[in-house]
């Protein structure tokens, strides 16, 4: 079984390299299918969860060229639109296919819907959106298999909660479609804004309102191949950020965008943290002490549930009693009785998490089960003195690129074991 042994209590501090994002490589990746002609795009990070999304694609036909954080895509040649069911492509990343399939071929049969296990995560909202759009859609033995015979035709769709992967899937869907598609109360996450720069680039029609809640596609009849660099990873920015105030250490992120990161900035400011913000790099300090706070996740520009984990662990080192408010998925508290294990005081209730903070942490053996949370018991064993264990790395692994060897060129004492 494989696991990371962590020597904690060190100081950690350094620099780190951002990586591209994950959640802006898949729909941008997808996005490559609508296209004939080889798209380069650059700045993929180097996770597990891509390189399963790129041997999805060349299971199904698609031409793919894997460089070194960068690949080409060529969809021109006939490849199938189809996912099938198997464990290795059971990840989140490949909703998006769903769109890029229908847009291109009129028909898509999509199963293996995974990803993190932090909720029930239904697609209702990619189905009425499409369905409204002139697809029809079927369940066949556990397979979601889609059609519009008659090609699609844009309608005004207004969705029930701003979906990240439903705005994607109507996006790009609608990229070909007959006439206007409106999207009202769509997702504005930065990753989808990076989605609809690409598609712009490569001669997609598209118009975003000023908040960038109401998105219109007017189809158009082609698009170009184009070479293009994903956004940086922002879950990962404020992972490192976080990490500072862990270990009571100096983190400076590189090549990310401060402006993505704004209310993870200001938690960490409320906390106690001294932040400097420059271009593309942001400075996270330990000042000596840590002040409680209250946390709601919420869609973006709201704080992120993807750093929901990890700011809930840092918190338990505050100093007094802070609420963290999971209101985007309902499973994703799931480290909460690890941390407890490590000596931090935590009560849930509903979607709330009532911390009230503690000197320091204990180590321990703890079990990653999904990425963010998996990642923060990363995080809270390189806090605690002495000798810690984090079971099941994979789950880490989904999502962080290097993970072990940035930790490392900062100072952290972790090593990845097999027994
Ligand atoms: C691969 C990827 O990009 N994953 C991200 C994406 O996931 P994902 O696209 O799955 O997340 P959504 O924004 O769609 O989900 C948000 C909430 O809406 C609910 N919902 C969603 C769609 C739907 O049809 N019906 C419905 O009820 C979900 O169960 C969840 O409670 O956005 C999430 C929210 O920022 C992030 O945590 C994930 O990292
Ligand atoms: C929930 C996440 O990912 P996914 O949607 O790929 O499961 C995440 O990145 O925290």
Redesign the pocket.
């Known amino acids: 079984m494989e696991y990371l042994e962590v020597n904690g209590g060190k100081v950690l501090k350094g620099e780190v390299e951002i990586s591209g994002s994950?959640?802006a490589a898949?729909?941008v990746l997808s996005a490559c299918l609508l296209i004939e002609g080889k798209c380069h795009i650059n700045n993929i990070p180097n996770i597990l969860d891509v390189k399963k999304f790129l041997f999805q694609l060349k299971k199904i036909g698609v031409n793919v060229l894997e460089g070194d954080h960068e690949v080409e895509i060529d969809a021109t040649s006939s490849y199938k639109p189809e996912i099938p069911p198997e464990e290795t492509e059971n990840i989140?990343?490949t909703?998006t296919l769903l769109g890029a399939f229908i847009a291109k071929h009129r028909k898509a049969s999509i199963a293996g819907l995974g990803?993190?296990n932090?909720?029930?995560?239904?697609?209702?909202?990619?189905?009425k959106g499409l369905e409204s759009l002139g697809v029809e859609f079927n369940w066949d033995k556990g397979i979601l298999k889609a059609n519009s015979p008659k090609g699609l035709k844009g309608n005004k769709i207004f969705l029930?909660?701003?979906?990240?992967?439903?705005t994607?899937n109507i996006i790009l869907a609608s990229v070909f479609a007959e006439g206007d598609t409106i999207i009202e109360n769509a997702?504005r996450?930065p990753?989808i804004r990076d989605l609809i720069n690409f598609l712009k680039l490569a001669g997609a029609n598209i118009e975003v309102n000023g908040t960038g809640s109401t998105i219109i596609v007017h189809g158009v009849k082609k698009l170009r191949p184009i070479e293009y660099s994903i956004i940086p990873d922002r879950i990962e920015s404020a992972t490192y950020l976080i990490l500072s105030g862990l270990t009571k250490g100096k983190i400076k992120v590189k090549k990310t965008i401060p402006e993505h990161l704004e209310a993870v900035i200001m938690k960490l400011k409320e906390i106690g943290l001294d932040i400097s913000v420059k271009e593309n790099e942001i400075v996270a300090k330990y000042t000596g002490k840590m002040s409680p706070t209250t946390v709601k996740t919420l869609?973006?520009p709201g704080f992120?549930?993807?750093a929901q984990s990890q700011i809930l662990t840092l918190l338990t080192l505050a100093d007094g009693a802070s609420v963290v408010t999971e209101t985007?998925?309902?499973n994703r508290f799931r480290i909460v009785d690890d941390l407890i294990k490590m000596g931090a005081n935590i009560k849930v209730e509903g979607i709330s998490a009532f911390i009230t903070g503690v000197k320091e942490l204990k180590p321990s053996v703890v079990v990653a089960k999904d990425l963010r949370g998996g990642m923060s018991l990363l995080l809270a064993t390189l806090s605690a003195k002495g000798i810690s264990k984090v079971l099941d790395p994979i789950h880490i692994d989904r999502g962080y690129e290097n993970y072990i060897e940035k930790i490392q060129r900062l100072g952290g004492d972790v090593e990845r074991k097999n027994s």
Do not use: L
């Open positions: 994950k959640n898949f729909p989140r990343g909703q990803g993190c932090i909720g029930k995560r239904p697609i209702d909202q990619h189905i029930d909660m701003p979906s990240v992967g439903a994607e997702a996450e990753e869609p973006y992120p549930t993807d985007v998925f309902e």
